[in-house]
């Protein structure tokens, strides 16, 4: 039984919007240990991965080329800073420094940082990127990612510049980014004077307060801060489920486009990615209306629209379908997300796997290697025979037939959230992170895996990303 938590606690966590009982849930879960799922098998094409034929993506990239403002929201998670880009300078490795110093005149960033100060060698470059330029502090959507004859382009513009492009029958088509408390009025008005110049709608919001969550410390007491006070931190990226919802509320019944903020190209590739990404909402939109359809039939008693639409691949080939209406119209009414696959070239991140979620139905998943227990033999087998990844290339219905929004807090997994091992000022603590946003955030939604070329994810891990030939102009 876990002890109670002072009355300090429960101040700091009500001041947080954290109300009693998530907070003694939270408690008891730091105290359990970590928890592991175990998918039975990876998705393959064929076997949960779907494959687009030349005629059918041109059909489905002129159908999302089509959608107008209210059909479709870009929502790009850009809360996070740049710090771990800069890692291996930070730490002084002296390959870094080197590399940094030898092809300085590659980094988009160069210009700015030499506006500082002197630049002739590689302390002063170094000292200019790290220092005078603060670069790992910055948003990375705020970092100079390509280089163009007419200047260079963060990666908040480009992201705008590709969304624009690809709904280019729309009047101001809607992004959405997330971003750091910290010095937000100074991006949002970068960012609104960005946009009026590209052309697209511009709304942001902040990772909310009432998702984070407690730690405790190596004694495995909760964490408290050197003045005493109780420490609440964020709780990973699934706990952008709060703001993803409130995009579904403002935009009923449109189209929600995620996208990773350090996953975009320049536009002189857009003739690789946009088709693609038209495509993605091209089929999403069929699915959706085919979703719909089914319902309708639903209630008037026909049921095979509904299995003929589960059958599409959203639940493994093994699975029996329920005859009855009722129970149809539960496996139906749910949020749908379509997520593309690339190969599997060695980039990290999570991958498509079949996945027994907490209603014992076997679905398409996307897992992360951190959910599950690499020194299990059945983990190490089937992590083996996956053959594509997840690159975050996502399109979500967040809405019933009525155009009603889901509560997408009724479709989480919560088996499915994290203990990471962190620190804070130094000292190690355990947190508690929740469910994944595509991971465990999504488990009970209707998923859908399409394959997409390596050609259309290019991320920018490290700073020296930057010069791969996907972000050269």
Request: charged letters at 25%; aromatic letters at 8%; one cysteine or more.
């Amino acid at each position: 039984m876990a002890e109670p938590l002072s009355p300090d606690f429960r101040s700091v966590a009500e001041s947080h919007g954290i109300g009693a009982p998530e907070l003694e849930r939270q408690w008891k879960r730091l105290q359990s240990g970590p928890s592991f799922c175990t998918p039975e098998e990876p998705c393959r094409r064929g076997n949960g991965i779907h494959t687009l034929s030349e005629g059918d993506c041109a059909a489905y990239a002129t159908a999302g080329a089509a959608l107008n403002a209210d059909d479709a929201v870009r929502f790009v998670p850009a809360s996070g800073a740049a710090s771990r880009m800069f890692k291996a300078l930070a730490a002084g490795q002296s390959d870094a420094v080197e590399q940094l110093n030898a092809r300085w005149s590659e980094f988009p960033f160069r210009e700015a940082a030499e506006a500082t100060g002197p630049c002739d060698d590689a302390k002063e470059r170094l000292e200019a990127v790290m220092d005078r330029l603060a670069l790992p502090d910055m948003p990375k959507g705020g970092l100079p990612f390509h280089r163009y004859a007419e200047g260079i382009r963060t990666a908040f513009e480009e992201h705008m510049h590709e969304w624009r492009a690809t709904l280019p029958a729309a009047d101001r088509p809607a992004v959405h980014f997330t971003l750091p408390g910290e010095n937000r009025a100074h991006w949002e008005s970068e960012l609104g004077s960005w946009a009026e110049q590209i052309g697209v709608g511009l709304s942001t919001s902040v990772q909310h307060p009432s998702t984070d969550t407690m730690a405790v410390d190596g004694s495995g007491r909760p964490f408290v801060k050197e003045n005493g006070q109780p420490l609440f931190r964020p709780g990973g990226h699934g706990s952008l489920l709060f703001n993803l919802a409130a995009i579904g509320q403002a935009h009923p019944g449109a189209l929600v486009s995620v996208k990773n903020i350090d996953n975009v190209r320049p536009s002189t590739a857009h003739g690789d990615v946009i088709p693609w990404r038209q495509a993605m909402l091209g089929l999403s939109h069929d699915l959706n209306r085919a979703r719909i359809e089914a319902l309708k039939a639903l209630d008037a008693g026909d049921s095979g629209p509904a299995r003929s639409w589960l059958q599409r691949g959203f639940r493994h080939h093994s699975a029996t379908y329920p005859s009855d209406c009722d129970t149809l119209r539960i496996a139906l009414d749910r949020p749908l997300l379509v997520a593309g696959m690339v190969r599997n070239e060695g980039e990290p991140g999570g991958g498509p796997f079949w996945l027994r979620d907490k209603e014992d139905i076997l679905r398409a998943q996307i897992v992360e290697s951190a959910e599950m227990d690499l020194g299990d033999p059945r983990i190490g087998n089937c992590m083996a025979g996956a053959t594509h990844f997840n690159p975050v290339d996502l399109v979500c219905v967040l809405h019933d037939a009525e155009g009603a929004p889901y509560d997408l807090s009724s479709f989480v997994d919560d088996r499915r959230d994290f203990l990471v091992s962190k620190s804070y000022a130094g000292r190690p603590l355990v947190g508690l992170e929740h469910p994944g946003l595509w991971n465990g955030a999504m488990g009970l939604w209707n998923t859908y895996f399409v394959e997409v070329p390596s050609r259309t994810f290019a991320p920018v891990k490290t700073i020296f990303d930057l010069l791969r030939p996907a972000h050269r102009s």
